[in-house]
């Protein structure tokens, strides 16, 4: 694929209308970690910022995978998305930048567009390596703000704006739905590496076993998804903001500890988290592991930029998923 570069003239018209005519586009920089949507830095030139989403092909570094109607998971991107989860959790009162205009009418460019606040570029992920003293007060209100979000609870599993259309199928309990992945995950990528295909039945039985453990539940709490500490952006103010909400979702709570233990590794407990099943959250939690060598290799296919880090990252979770077996 040709991938365009959006330039600073090519949002003339929307700095002009959303700010006023005296206004001009001065720089525009695009931020790192999106690989399915564009995220930008737009300075005008009065030194003001705002950060621009464009949710446009060119911007999606993954290959077309099919999607699945009751696998709340895949192809969660868009601004329809977005706009839903956005006002989900400003109802819940979890904070995350301030949408400013939403345009999906291609106003000011062939692709569906945002413009939010900009609370800086410092990550919840950088403070915890480089401050941890200064991480410990965002940590703790992170921890507060999940827990308002798995306060709102639902009957019915899948994205916001799919439920909301109904549209959401319950053809499978969530469990399965999470064995199909990983099932999906382990072929793909066992066709990429000869460990995993040398260890792929040892794997499957795994799957099997920890799937066997886990008893039915139809209780949904509201999820963000994929947090990482990556995906939390701590002001001046302190106050931490959530970012890449596009797949927020009703699901299980502990696919979402499961993935916060990966990521937030000894700095987990300082999110205070909630009372979990811990057959589920260890079943969860090796599906994640085998979701992190797949989608890794995948997109290291293509011309992403950091491919090196995506080959590390599947190469670090092959290491953790043959040492369970």
């Known amino acids: 694929m040709t991938r365009v570069v959006l330039q600073p003239d090519d949002l003339h018209d929307l700095v002009v209308d959303q700010f006023g005519a005296d206004r001009r586009p001065a720089a525009l920089d695009r931020l790192t970690g999106g690989s399915k949507k564009g995220v930008y830095r ?23 995978a099919p999607t699945v109607p009751d696998d709340p998971f895949t192809d969660a991107s868009g601004a329809e998305l977005f706009a839903t989860n956005y006002a989900a959790l400003t109802a819940v009162g979890v904070r995350t930048p301030r949408l400013l205009m939403l345009d999906r009418d291609g106003r000011y460019h062939p692709a569906d567009l945002a413009l939010v606040e900009d609370v800086g570029a410092v990550t919840l992920e ?3 390596e480089h401050d941890p003293a200064a991480a410990v007060t965002p940590l703790s209100a992170l921890g507060d703000a999940l827990r308002r979000m798995y306060a709102t609870r639902g009957t019915r599993y899948g994205k916001l704006a799919a439920i909301a259309r109904g549209e959401a199928p319950q ?3 969530t469990e399965d739905i999470i064995q199909d992945r990983a099932r999906g995950h382990l072929n793909a990528a066992a066709a990429r590496d000869a460990r995993l295909a040398d260890a792929h039945d040892r794997i499957t039985d795994h799957l099997r076993h920890l799937r066997g453990v886990v008893t039915a539940r139809h209780d949904y709490r509201l999820i ?3 947090l990482g500490s990556d995906h939390v952006l701590v002001p001046p103010s302190g106050a931490p903001a959530l970012v890449d909400i596009e797949g927020l979702t009703f699901f299980d709570v ?3 500890h499961a993935w916060l233990q990966l990521r937030f590794g000894d700095a987990y407990s300082a999110l205070r988290p909630v009372e979990l099943d811990p057959d589920r959250l260890e079943f969860y939690r090796y599906a994640q592991i085998l979701s992190l060598i797949e989608g890794p290799l995948r997109i290291a296919g293509t011309d992403f930029p950091d491919r090196q880090w995506m080959l590390g990252l599947a190469e670090r979770n092959i290491t953790k998923a043959l040492a369970a077996i």
């Open 42 to 64: 737009l300075r005008l030139d009065d030194q003001s910022t705002v950060v621009l989403y464009l949710w446009a092909t060119a911007e999606n570094y993954w290959p077309p």
């Open 126 to 128: 950088a403070l915890m």
């Open 171 to 173: 053809t499978r309990s």
């Open 224 to 226: 963000h998804g994929e």
């Open 254 to 256: 502990e696919w979402e």
